[in-house]
């Protein structure tokens, strides 16, 4: 079964300041999906950016980068020149290739991201 | 589009009473699905459907809690009757394949 560990359960950062949140997971897979969403205050669930495993390289998002790192199992979000705005929820989640026959995510616990004036 | 619309935003109601929350998913988008968020266990994926089919409801604890999806622009999720352990924010997101997905605002619903 796969799972996914997000080891940071709160983190800060000062404004415009860089931050990097982390996110591990196991799974047997070789095609799949990796996303990271926020959930602000307003508990709106919101897609920050996502990966597919095949594509070497890493997704960007205007300020938003992940280092995807395949063989380490990893799926780190680097958040750069951090806003207030950013303050949120962030998770991480994986999903098998929808032609594996399911279509779910599977979501990390969270990491609570504050950032400080 | 709207985005996905989810009723009602916030639901109060009394132990043993039926609760019913009611999605209306993106236009276009084939796979629905419902998640509910605590404190203790986090987003837990209750049921999803492809194309109004149930697909996987594993998720669903227990009888009390039933979803149907009669079309391809309406899902309830159930609840009958419901306990205080129930409360919780229940999500719906729906998806086109490959696709993201996109969450609705969530139904806050307490059980007193």
């Known amino acids: 079964a796969q799972t996914v560990t997000q080891s940071q359960p709160e983190m800060s950062v000062q404004e415009a300041e860089t931050v990097t949140l982390s996110c591990t997971y196991d799974?047997?897979?070789?095609?799949?999906?990796l996303f990271w969403y926020k959930q602000p205050p307003s508990r709106q669930m919101i897609l920050v950016i996502r990966?597919?495993?095949?594509?070497?390289q890493n997704a960007t998002e205007n300020r938003f980068s992940v280092n995807f790192q395949k063989a380490a199992k990893s799926f780190s979000l680097k958040i750069s020149d951090s806003q207030l705005g950013d303050t949120a929820m962030y998770f991480c989640?994986?999903?098998?290739?929808?032609?594996?026959?399911?279509?779910?995510?599977?979501f990390g616990t969270g990491t609570r991201l504050k950032v400080l004036a | 589009d709207a985005g996905v619309i989810q009723s009602p935003r916030h639901e109060v109601t009394e132990m043993g009473q039926e609760v019913t929350l009611r999605c209306k998913p993106i236009?276009?988008?084939?796979?629905l699905f419902w998640y509910r968020q605590t404190m203790m266990r986090g987003l837990e994926l209750l049921i999803y459907f492809n194309n109004n089919v149930p697909i996987d409801d594993s998720g669903m604890p227990e009888d009390r809690f039933s979803a149907k999806m009669p079309n391809a622009s309406f899902s309830t999720l159930k609840i009958q009757p419901s306990e205080p352990r129930d409360s919780a924010v229940y999500f719906c997101?729906?998806?086109?394949?490959?696709?993201?997905?996109?969450f609705g605002s969530g139904t806050r619903l307490t059980v007193v």
């Open positions: 989640a994986f999903m098998k290739q929808p032609t594996s026959g399911t279509y779910k995510y599977i």
């Open positions: 799974t047997s897979e070789n095609n799949y999906y």
């Open positions: 990966q597919e495993a095949y594509k070497q």
């Open positions: 997101a729906s998806s086109l394949p490959r696709g993201g997905y996109t």
């Open positions: 236009s276009g988008h084939d796979y």
